[in-house]
């Protein structure tokens, strides 16, 4: 069975400062795994996905996330944090089966201080 | 541009009631897929279709049924809506190794 876990329901950065959004999956077989925003009243969007290729993942917006399977981690970081980044992330997390279910994350909060 | 809608931003409902939320998507792909999201409990999924006619149960189907009479469109029904049902209601597909998610309906069941 997958599990994904992200530590932190909320986190404040100051702008300009570091982004890091913790994600740690469980899963059986190699893992997708996925990093989604949701800005205030809207749906998902995909902001960056590990589907076994580079374990350095660029996404949109400047944020990365490091696969490391020795960690069973995924954490999601940008360098310098801007006020638009402010929103909701969900790490997910589905098995290369085929099936595209996502089993995902309850969610961090990040909240950009001026 | 990939595109799946959903019929209603927002809705409001009174307990009871028959409520029917739509999903169109224009990838033609089988899979669909109906998720409540709720503060603190992330999304959980609700109902899956793999293909038209066809439907599993997630991991939160009481209370709920969905219909899938074409291919592009993926209904979800409370059958009779109770105030525990209030919630964000969030439709997706994939293409590429990847879910786009609708816009999301806020239903509130008054």
């Known amino acids: 069975a997958q599990s994904v876990t992200q530590l932190g329901s909320h986190v404040s950065v100051s702008e300009g400062a570091l982004v890091l959004l913790r994600c740690n999956y469980s899963?059986?077989?190699?893992?997708?795994l996925f990093w989604y925003v949701q800005y205030p009243n809207q749906g998902l969007q995909l902001l960056l996905k590990?589907?076994?290729?580079?374990?350095l993942v660029k996404g949109i917006n400047g944020f990365e996330a490091e696969f490391k399977k020795s960690e069973t981690s995924f954490h999601l970081t940008k360098p310098s944090a801007h006020m638009s980044d402010a929103a909701e992330y969900f790490c997910?997390?589905?098995?290369?089966?085929?099936?595209?279910?996502?089993?995902f994350g309850t969610g961090t909060r990040l909240k950009v201080l001026a | 541009d990939v595109k799946v809608t959903q019929s209603s931003r927002y809705l409001v409902k009174r307990t009871g009631e028959k409520v029917f939320l739509e999903c169109v998507q224009d990838?033609?792909?089988?899979?669909m897929f109906w998720y409540r999201q709720d503060p603190g409990l992330g999304l959980r999924l609700i109902y899956f279709?793999?293909?038209?006619?066809?439907?599993e149960k997630g991991d939160i189907p009481e209370g709920y049924s969905v219909s899938r009479e074409k291919k592009e469109r993926f209904s979800l029904i409370l059958e009779s809506a109770s105030t525990n049902q209030t919630s964000m209601y969030l439709c997706?597909?994939?293409?590429?190794?990847?879910?786009?998610f609708g816009p999301g309906t806020r239903l509130t069941v008054l």
């Open positions: 990838m033609d792909h089988e899979n």
């Open positions: 899963s059986s077989v190699p893992p997708y």
């Open positions: 590990y589907t076994s290729a580079a374990t």
């Open positions: 997910a997390v589905s098995d290369p089966s085929g099936t595209y279910k996502y089993i």
């Open positions: 279709s793999y293909d038209v006619k066809m439907k």
């Open positions: 997706a597909s994939p293409k590429n190794n990847e879910q786009f």
